[in-house]
């Protein structure tokens, strides 16, 4: 299991999130243009993406989503995307 740094900045969290983001979209798009208001639908998300990209997510940060954690508003902007994670995820 890999090992998690304790209390991670919301920096942090957000740019592994975006290295994730865009390494699930397999995108050349830049990381400055994704901000906490970006809609992630208009960035290229879909639901095939959507999947592997909470799966990256699980794995990095050490938590298991649960049905009820999933809606169309933890999509709707990169700043709720990167508050769920920063309130789920496990860092030992």
């Keep these: 299991m ?3 740094p ?5 920096a942090s969290v957000a740019e592994t999130v975006k290295t994730c983001l865009l390494s699930v979209l397999g995108s050349t798009l830049s990381t ?19 999947t592997d990209l909470l799966l ?4 990095r940060f050490g938590f298991t989503l649960a049905p009820e954690d999933l ?11 990167v508050s769920f994670v920063e309130s789920h995820a496990s860092f030992e």
Excluded: K, Y
């Excluded at 304790?6 to 919301?10: G, I, K, L």
């Excluded at 400055?32 to 959507?50: E, H, K, R």
């Excluded at 809606?71 to 995307?81: H, T």
């Design 32 to 50: 400055d243009l994704i901000g906490d208001d970006t809609n992630l639908f208009d960035v290229g998300v879909d639901s095939m993406n959507m």
């Design 56 to 59: 990256q997510l699980e794995q």
């Design 71 to 81: 809606s169309a508003d933890l999509f709707l902007r990169f700043g709720n995307l």
């Design 6 to 10: 304790a209390s991670p900045s919301s």
């Design 2 to 4: 890999a090992t998690h």
